[in-house]
């Protein structure tokens, strides 16, 4: 149940692989990991990026191999084993809680009607549905501060769109198969777009330039197209 | 003290060594595709070596130099010249006032950097200045250079001013005058057309047929014309690769991943932080210059090695950066 796998990317990065399935306790395993890395890192290690079922450290090769008086992978990856083998105390407090406002349908969510019918719902069922859930944030990637989230109930699964759209705007929020998100910034894709959000998911002006963390708990919040407008201000 | 973009090149952009730090919130690492050649051109003008300078792909553009100043140009030879005559590379340059580079032909090499004794003057995002065009963040309002740009850059040092005027003794009619000495031939790299990239197996290889293996190591990929500063695209397909998509994890410069068509790609500085192709190998990081030096049109083929090889390859390609650098700090004591 405890056990990691450890493998090398290249010279210049560890794997540490905690499970082959996309879980709640897996994701616990790799955010302990990557919480005591935040807290004390090694020297020589560069950055560290959660996902799924690993968490991937970069580091200086010459810094951890001593500049080739040891061998660096088996310096990491003997640390990275001692740290990762620390047992995890059940998570005390789930991560922050973050509502992301969503105006559903008309020209924010075209496929709106399509997820509802392919799914035998009604549209206010479907908003229901996808605004009830509450959803985990399980890694950050594919684009800057995009979330992938697990947890979307099965009865608004939707296969992808047959042919992509050229571009997305950003903000859109949307269903892909069984999985849902958010597009940051404008990009084609095969989304089935349900609404939109006058936030910004990534903004490189701000502070914290990422709006969401891998551990957070997203919840919808529907909005009128008014109040759409007036964030959006 | 600023340059002038007169015609923008195929594609120029500001690089400095990457946007480290921030993968884990989605945001690429960017950054020079050739880091050796930015880092020996900011070596030869003084700078620290992950100072922020032009990236030049395949046909350069014209600029003209506002104030005098100290470059100097590596990787790429595209050809260079100021006020329409050659100019040699590797070695730091004095350039006169209103005095304009341009390019030519690519003679080695698609890829130049150009560094300024000062650095560039720009805003700093996430910690770096290189530019991530997919986002529109970093170096130059998050985009390539265009015909107009007034691009800041900072002071020579009082040190580097007062080096130059040692070997600045020509005429003030000389539009430039490069340094007599350049970079010993052992610590100059060398670009092939069709290289032959080292590799490492990637974390995915054993989920490969062995057909597709095989063909891995053998065949003489060419680069297809929609590569970008995100990868290059193989033309070739392996055999029989049906491990479909997998769940994401983290991918880096150099990882060739294969996508269920079975054309490989090789990931390079504007990648995602993240993927969900299998990965079949990992270039090594002292090959990396030679891959991406390499143009659309030319071939690569691939190389196994072991990781403890990639490791000595590693500080090896270091030490000739530290032998350099050491060189050029007794070079420049006033």
């Known amino acids: 149940m405890n056990s990691v796998r450890i493998y090398p990317l290249g010279e210049i990065a560890a794997v540490v692989e905690f499970g082959k399935r996309i879980d709640y306790e897996t994701h616990v395993r790799v955010m302990a990991l990557a919480e005591r890395l935040e807290k004390k890192s090694f020297p020589g290690m560069i950055e560290y990026v959660p996902a799924y079922?690993?968490?991937?450290?970069?580091y200086d090769p010459l810094i951890v191999g001593k500049n080739g008086q040891e061998d660096a992978y088996q310096n990491v990856r003997a640390m990275l084993l001692d740290l990762a083998k620390v047992k995890v105390k059940?998570?005390?407090e789930p991560g922050r809680v973050v509502e992301i406002p969503?105006?559903?349908?008309?020209?924010?969510?075209?496929d709106l009607d399509?997820?509802?019918?392919?799914?035998?719902?009604?549209?206010?069922?479907?908003?229901?549905?996808?605004?009830?859930?509450?959803?985990?944030?399980?890694?950050?990637?594919?684009?800057?501060?995009?979330?992938?989230?697990?947890?979307?109930d099965e009865?608004?699964?939707?296969?992808?769109?047959?042919?992509?759209?050229?571009?997305?705007?950003?903000?859109?929020?949307?269903?892909?198969?069984?999985?849902?998100?958010?597009?940051?910034?404008?990009?084609?894709?095969?989304?089935?777009?349900?609404?939109?959000?006058?936030?910004?998911?990534?903004?490189?002006?701000?502070?914290?330039?990422?709006?969401?963390?891998?551990?957070?708990?997203?919840?919808?919040?529907?909005?009128?197209?008014?109040e759409y407008h007036k964030a959006k201000s | 003290m600023s340059l002038e973009i007169l015609q923008p090149g195929l594609l120029t952009t500001i690089q400095d060594r990457g946007r480290y730090g921030y993968q884990n919130a989605g945001i690429p690492v960017s950054g020079a595709m050739d880091a050796v050649a930015l880092r020996m051109a900011n070596l030869l003008v003084g700078n620290g070596?992950?100072?922020?300078?032009?990236?030049?792909?395949?046909?350069?553009?014209?600029?003209?130099?506002?104030?005098?100043?100290?470059?100097?140009?590596?990787?790429?030879?595209?050809?260079?010249?100021?006020?329409?005559?050659?100019?040699?590379?590797?070695?730091?340059?004095?350039?006169?006032?209103?005095?304009?580079?341009?390019?030519g032909e690519a003679v080695q090499g698609c890829r130049a950097y150009l560094a300024v004794s000062g650095g560039f003057d720009i805003p700093r995002v996430m910690n770096s200045a290189s530019t991530y065009l997919r986002g529109r963040i970093g170096g130059w309002a998050g985009r390539a250079l265009r015909k107009g740009d007034v691009i800041p850059y900072g002071e020579m040092s009082k040190e580097r001013r007062a080096w130059s005027k040692e070997w600045v003794n020509g005429p003030d009619d000389q539009s430039f005058i490069p340094a007599k000495w350049t970079v010993p031939p052992s610590l100059l790299p060398v670009y092939e057309k069709n290289p032959v990239i080292r590799a490492v197996e990637g974390p995915e290889y054993g989920l490969f047929p062995a057909g597709s293996k095989n063909?891995?190591?053998?065949k003489k990929f060419q680069i297809n014309p929609r590569s970008d500063r995100?990868?290059?695209?193989?033309?070739?397909?392996?055999?029989?690769?049906?491990?479909?998509?997998?769940?994401?994890?983290?991918?880096?410069?150099?990882?060739?991943?294969?996508?269920?068509?079975?054309?490989?790609?090789?990931?390079?500085?504007?990648?995602?932080?993240?993927?969900?192709?299998?990965?079949?190998?990992?270039?090594?990081?002292?090959?990396?210059?030679?891959?991406?030096?390499?143009?659309?049109?030319?071939?690569?083929?691939?190389?196994?090695?072991?990781?403890?090889?990639?490791?000595?390859?590693?500080?090896?390609?270091?030490?000739?950066?530290?032998?350099?650098?050491?060189?050029?700090?007794?070079?420049?004591?006033?």
């Open chain 2, 49 to 103: 070596e992950g100072e922020a300078g032009l990236e030049i792909t395949w046909k350069g553009p014209a600029i003209r130099f506002k104030k005098d100043c100290l470059i100097a140009l590596a990787g790429a030879d595209l050809s260079a010249k100021v006020e329409g005559m050659p100019v040699k590379m590797w070695r730091p340059v004095y350039v006169r006032e209103e005095c304009v580079l341009e390019f």
């Open chain 1, 53 to 58: 079922t690993t968490l991937t450290v970069y």
């Open chain 2, 215 to 218: 063909i891995f190591w053998k």
């Open chain 1, 114 to 152: 399509e997820v509802a019918g392919s799914n035998k719902l009604s549209v206010e069922e479907v908003i229901g549905i996808h605004s009830g859930g509450q959803y985990l944030v399980y890694m950050l990637g594919f684009a800057p501060g995009f979330p992938y989230l697990g947890g979307m």
């Open chain 2, 230 to 334: 995100m990868g290059y695209r193989l033309a070739g397909t392996l055999p029989d690769v049906n491990t479909g998509e997998l769940i994401s994890g983290a991918v880096t410069f150099g990882t060739v991943q294969v996508p269920p068509g079975g054309e490989p790609v090789v990931l390079l500085a504007d990648r995602q932080a993240t993927g969900g192709y299998p990965r079949i190998a990992q270039v090594i990081t002292a090959d990396f210059s030679k891959l991406v030096q390499a143009f659309h049109g030319d071939s690569v083929r691939f190389r196994k090695v072991s990781l403890q090889e990639a490791q000595q390859l590693y500080r090896e390609q270091e030490q000739n950066i530290s032998t350099l650098r050491q060189a050029l700090q007794r070079k420049f004591e006033v």
């Open chain 1, 155 to 226: 009865r608004i699964a939707t296969p992808r769109k047959a042919t992509p759209r050229q571009a997305i705007p950003a903000g859109s929020v949307g269903i892909a198969g069984a999985q849902t998100g958010i597009y940051p910034l404008e990009t084609p894709g095969g989304w089935q777009l349900i609404g939109r959000t006058p936030v910004s998911l990534f903004d490189p002006q701000r502070e914290d330039p990422c709006l969401l963390r891998a551990g957070d708990n997203v919840r919808f919040v529907p909005i009128t197209k008014e």
């Open chain 1, 102 to 110: 969503v105006c559903y349908g008309g020209e924010f969510g075209p």
């Open chain 1, 90 to 92: 059940k998570r005390k």
